[in-house]
């Protein structure tokens, strides 16, 4: 019964790892768990826009959003983008004051976007967790 018990327990030790993204040593470099993955569906009209309401990146440029967990920057939401999708938000943040945000129908459910440290192809959004999988959950 105990041989029994520890193989589940292994087994289930195991299956837990499955969602690990990058995972980096504990010298405290870094430390990223990807919780979930998902594309936005077509007929969502997700955009990010700047300020004034300006489109600057819409479905078409993000290949998949992420609710991911860092040590260094608690949860967050990533856009990964396509290649276009990756020029576009460069240059959308080159002006110092530049200020983007994701809506839904034109209705901004999240902001400020950023570019990623890390990934040059990823924009995020920083935010508390029910956040995070509140803004995900609409978006996917």
């Not at 405290?28 to 997700?46: A, Q, V, W």
């Amino acid at each position: 019964m105990k041989k029994l018990f520890c193989l589940m327990l292994c087994i289930g030790l195991c299956f837990s790892f499955v969602g690990c993204g990058r995972v980096g040593d504990h010298s405290g470099e870094y430390r990223i768990l990807e919780l979930t993955e998902n594309k936005i569906p077509d007929d969502r009209e997700f955009a990010v826009v700047d300020k004034d309401g300006d489109e600057i990146l819409t479905n078409a440029d993000v290949e998949k959003v992420l609710v991911v967990f860092e040590k260094s920057k608690d949860r967050y939401l990533e856009l990964r983008l396509t290649k276009d999708g990756a020029k576009k938000l460069k240059k959308a943040l080159k002006p110092k004051d530049a200020e983007l945000s994701i809506t839904l129908s034109g209705e901004k459910i999240a902001g400020p976007v950023i570019a990623d440290d890390v990934e040059e192809n990823s924009a995020i959004v920083l935010g508390e967790y029910e956040d995070v999988m509140d803004w995900f959950n609409a978006i996917t």
